[in-house]
């Protein structure tokens, strides 16, 4: 906020946005528009005053830009530009995919590609606002991974670019789908597809509303995109049976996962569209003996009248979900830690390497011990019922986080890691 007070406080003494920009950021080829989106972000001032025509040549260069093409001879394109349109390109995959009725991956296709988007977006945004997100060694230097400079984590990048309240719904759609996706990226689910349609709608306008909000209605994806066309709401009632026999097959740790997540939400932040968007299909009886039987009117959150919504919920469409938590539900087994650990770290991870993390970090005591219930709960905690020790998600990223350094892997672990695909 103060840096952006003093650079448009220095812009009306009558110094260029690009001297700025260059002085303040080391950037040359933004050409003011750094500058103009820096100062309408934190300060909620609009910089950029055109006629007409400068408007119009402004848009089809900011066009340009936001699908990844110089607007200029020099080929000058800012980094920002090149993250935004991979943004772009992977959000519009995910939703061909998604609407795609032969697509058999659908929903798991849908996280990972959506996961990708949003995470070269924030990448955008913090680039644009000069915000460091790459990771650094102990002397403060890039971590390079294969030739490349490794870049923070998608749920570090959220905390970067989407802080404040104003984002909780925001971050905790995307933490959902970020706990989701370390579930079944590896795995085929067909009983996700409704599951979580809620939630993707969300995730899906979120992003939007967010790359419009930050790079202006040319970046925007809905001039490419439609509803499709929908069965499940007329389906008849012995289809609707078999869906819900279909739900019922998903494993218990996803089940488990969704379960938990939703019950640990504040009701701000679960009946919130930016959370969970439901959308309704409402049938409208024609008006003439000649017209088809009904046609289908979208409805969109902002537009409900008290009057639908009281009809609405009549037939259960708009209640919030009756949760029932289950006793130790958020909590992982050793086994499906090691899973979860050895699909995100480059090193091979298994039980008797776990069994050394939890002793190098004292998170719980030892086998046969008094005091079973002396663990550390931000990553244990012992299940007195079942007489054994459930891991927390907490604990996956912090074994995910801290093993990926070679270093601390072999001070933790005692020996030095092994690639995870060497035999």
């Known amino acids: 906020m103060e840096l952006a007070t003093e650079m448009y406080e220095r812009w009306q003494q009558g110094e260029a946005k690009s001297r700025l920009e260059i002085e303040y950021w080391g950037k040359g080829t933004a050409h003011g528009k750094a500058f103009s989106g820096y100062v309408r972000r934190w300060l909620g001032i609009e910089t950029e005053r055109q006629s007409s025509q400068s408007a119009r040549i402004a848009y089809l260069e900011a066009l340009l830009r936001a699908n990844g093409v110089s607007p200029t001879e020099g080929r000058d394109l800012a980094e920002e530009y090149g993250l935004l349109a991979k943004s772009r390109e992977s959000a519009l995959a995910a939703v061909r995919v998604y609407n795609d009725p032969d697509a058999g991956f ?42 490349s400079e490794k870049v923070l984590g998608t749920w570090e990048l959220v905390q970067l670019a989407l802080g404040g309240d104003g984002y909780r719904a925001v971050r905790a759609n995307l933490d959902f789908f970020l706990g989701l996706r370390n579930r079944i990226s590896h795995r085929y689910l067909p009983a996700l597809d409704v599951a979580v349609a809620d939630e993707a709608q969300a995730m899906l306008l979120n992003f939007e509303n967010l790359l419009v909000a930050q790079f202006g209605e040319e970046a925007a994806l809905g001039d490419r995109l439609a509803v499709p066309l929908q069965l499940s709401g007329f389906r008849n009632e012995g289809s609707l049976r078999s869906l819900r026999k279909v739900q019922a097959q998903l494993p218990a740790d996803v089940t488990t996962f969704l379960t938990s997540h939703r019950a640990g939400l504040d009701d701000d932040v679960l009946t919130s569209p930016e959370y969970c968007l439901r959308i309704f299909f409402v ?30 919920s009549k037939v259960g469409v708009v209640t919030k979900r009756r ?82 350094d070679e270093h601390t892997y072999r001070a933790v672990v005692g020996y030095p890691p092994v690639p995870r695909d060497q035999p």
């Not at 945004?125 to 890039?142: F, Q």
């Not at 088809?292 to 009281?310: H, M, Q, S």
């Open 106 to 147: 659908r929903t798991e296709t849908f996280i990972v590609l959506m996961v990708i988007a949003w995470n070269s977006l924030l990448q955008a945004i913090l680039e644009r606002a000069s915000v460091d997100y790459y990771e650094r060694d102990g002397s403060g230097a890039r971590i390079v991974v294969g030739g």
């Open 283 to 312: 049938p409208i009886a024609a008006n003439r003996e000649r017209s088809a039987d009904a046609v289908v009117r979208f409805v969109p959150p902002d537009k409900i009248t008290p009057e639908l919504e009281k009809q609405l």
């Open 323 to 404: 949760i029932t938590p289950v006793a130790s539900a958020d909590l992982l087994t050793p086994t499906e830690v090691v899973n979860l650990v050895r699909e995100l770290l480059p090193y091979r991870f298994t039980i008797d390497t776990h069994t050394r993390c939890w002793k190098h970090y004292a998170v719980r005591p030892a086998g046969g011990s008094n005091d079973p219930e002396a663990t550390d709960d931000r990553y244990c905690r012992w299940d007195r019922l079942a007489k054994g020790y459930g891991y927390t998600e907490a604990w996956v990223k912090k074994l995910v986080r801290n093993l990926s």
